[in-house]
């Protein structure tokens, strides 16, 4: 005589395996929420991956890269013909930045914007061009202690960061209508993920 195993739904019941049916059911359940979350994260982080794959698609540039510079002999580092620094070393989408540039002899000049990136291997991407602004000749700063000189220039721009703009290096290249002599300012957009 054959005995048919019937499976009852007493809370502590077992199946033949010797597996309780609610704490099946839980395990099913909580193998479902595990794939569910990490499955959220994934998405949110494939879509940040994507913008920056369908960015780095866009049509790129080499003007990015600097052509007409020099560099002051006595220094062996500054190019004081034109130089500047951004109030933010990183800052966010939506947040505004300000340029604080001195030309000597004064001088009109333009930011050239772009972001740094793969674009075809060519490493850039042209986004805006500011300007012309008025350049004036800024005090250069003491040499302080342990070299760190503490400028008080004046801001001549300011720039409110657009909001599609993508998280990674921007360079503004400077540009002195005078002489075409050209420099850098360098700043870093950050994403809008907690650290």
Known sequence: MQHKHTP????????S??????NLLKGAMGLG??????GCASLETSSRSDRVQRENQKPGTRDWMLKNTRIDLATKYRCPWI???CSDTSLRAGETIRFFVSANPAS?????????????GIGGRHLLTVGPFHGTTQAD???????VRDCQWEPC??????RDWLSGVYLGKLTAEREGLQSYVIFILRDVRSL
Do not use: C, H, V
Request: no cysteine.
């Open 141 to 147: 700063p003491p040499i302080g202690p342990k070299r």
């Open 83 to 85: 130089e500047g620094f």
């Open 157 to 162: 721009a300011s720039l409110k960061i657009p």
């Open 108 to 120: 009109a000049f333009t930011i050239d914007l772009y972001r740094m990136g793969y674009y075809g």
């Open 33 to 38: 929420a595990a794939a569910m979350w990490p």
């Open 17 to 22: 395996n010797g597996i309780a049916r609610r």
């Open 8 to 15: 009852t739904t007493s809370p502590g019941s077992q199946d």
